[in-house]
């Protein structure tokens, strides 16, 4: 399979902390998307990083990207109870854009007030 | 406003009762994709469609039909539905660049 898997599974913080997920994926990648569910709801995109870019800012999010180590990370700072929701990476391997996305497992995050 | 809608949003039925859940986007892109979610497994892509009357199986096709007559709809199909196939499902359509994602429909098949 080539789904990324990200790390931890769960993640349980205070508000106004800083959260960090970790996604790994195994096959040479176009570009590496984070997306954001609400329980039981669609996904919707935070950001996109393509394989030539190392890091990426927006808002309170930034991602970094190796593609040597086949990893990303995302960091939501300063946390609020808002962001309580599941993140999940997805992975366009090659030259495929962003047609044929992998998405990982997610990470189940929980901002407590 | 740019939308993905899927109908119904939520389905009971019975093991072999053909149903079909419709997707329909209004942001004229030509990839659209389908998607169940299951927990512990992620997303896991079911068919997508690279446009109109172009079809191609995902990662889990097996007992799912498409069709992508019209730019705009891609009805995803379950023949013969079983209790397997209860889960959540999405569709999705694409920019090229990032994924448009339906509100999701939540199957139980009995």
């Known amino acids: 399979s080539q789904q990324g898997e990200e790390d931890p599974q769960a993640l349980s913080i205070q508000e106004g902390e800083n959260a960090t997920m970790n996604c790994s994926y195994k096959?040479?990648?176009?570009?590496l998307q984070w997306y954001r569910q609400n329980s039981g709801r669609g996904l919707v995109h935070l950001i996109l990083?393509?394989?030539?870019?190392r890091e990426k800012h927006s808002g309170r999010l930034r991602v970094t990207l190796d593609t040597s180590k086949k990893s990303s990370s995302l960091l939501i700072t300063a946390s609020r109870a808002a962001d309580t929701a599941s993140y999940f990476c997805?992975?366009?391997?090659?030259?495929?854009?962003?047609?044929?996305?992998?998405f990982g497992t997610g990470t189940r995050l929980t901002v407590i007030p | 406003e740019a939308q993905v809608t899927q109908n119904p949003r939520y389905l009971i039925t019975v093991t072999g009762k053909k149903l079909t859940v419709t997707c329909s986007q209004n942001?004229?892109?030509?990839?659209m994709s389908w998607y169940r979610q299951d927990p512990g497994l992620g997303l896991r892509q079911i068919y997508y469609?690279?446009?109109?009357?172009?079809?191609d199986k995902g990662d889990v096709p097996e007992g799912y039909k498409v069709s992508r007559k019209e730019k705009r709809n891609f009805p995803l199909i379950l023949e013969s539905p079983s209790p397997n196939q209860t889960s959540l499902y999405f569709c999705?359509?694409?920019?090229?660049?990032?994924?448009?994602f339906g509100p999701g429909t939540r199957l139980l098949v009995l």
């Open positions: 999705a359509s694409s920019s090229l660049k990032t994924q448009y």
């Open positions: 096959t040479s990648i176009n570009n």
């Open positions: 990083i393509r394989s030539n870019e």
């Open positions: 997805a992975t366009a391997p090659g030259l495929t854009g962003a047609n044929n996305l992998f």
């Open positions: 942001m004229n892109h030509e990839y």
């Open positions: 469609s690279m446009n109109v009357e172009v079809t």
